[in-house]
Nanobody, 123 residues
Framework: QVQLVESGGGLVQPGDSLRLSCAASGFTFRSYAMGWFRQAPGNEREGVAA????????RYADSVRGRFTISRDNAKNTLYLQMNSLKPEDTAIYYC????????????????WGQGTQVTVSS
């Protein structure tokens, strides 16, 4: 069955870095757009970054552009999110998602979701 398993979250201080990973299985990873979303308590789930199925196109939320980098390794069926210069407002549960398109940004375009990994940025 389809599985998306996130890892790499944790508690860090403002200005620190984290690298999230998402291991995918059960579907043809290279045929799917992939994205990272996040949800903070009391907030709606929002898109953070997305990458095309072959990795040539990426898009970022304004709040993370220049600090976060999304990448994928289709040979390893793995999605990554490098997060630098973390801020307290980045605190959220981070989810990876897969959509059956070349590229997707909107939440309804994604049909597979992971369980999420907690990222907490606090001094």
């Amino acid at each position: 069955q389809v599985q998306l398993v996130e890892s790499g979250g944790g508690l860090v201080q403002p200005g620190d870095s984290l690298r999230l990973s998402c291991a995918a299985s059960g579907f043809t990873f290279r045929s799917y757009a992939m994205g990272w979303f996040r949800q903070a308590p009391g907030n709606e789930r929002e898109g953070v970054a997305a990458i095309a199925n072959e990795g040539g196109v990426a898009r970022y939320a304004d709040s993370v552009r220049g600090r976060f980098t999304i990448s994928r390794d289709n040979a390893k069926n793995t999605l990554y999110l490098q997060m630098n210069s973390l801020k307290p407002e980045d605190t959220a549960i981070y989810y990876c998602a897969a959509g059956p398109k070349r590229f997707a940004w909107l939440l309804p375009d994604y049909n597979y979701w992971g369980q999420g990994t907690q990222v907490t940025v606090s001094s």
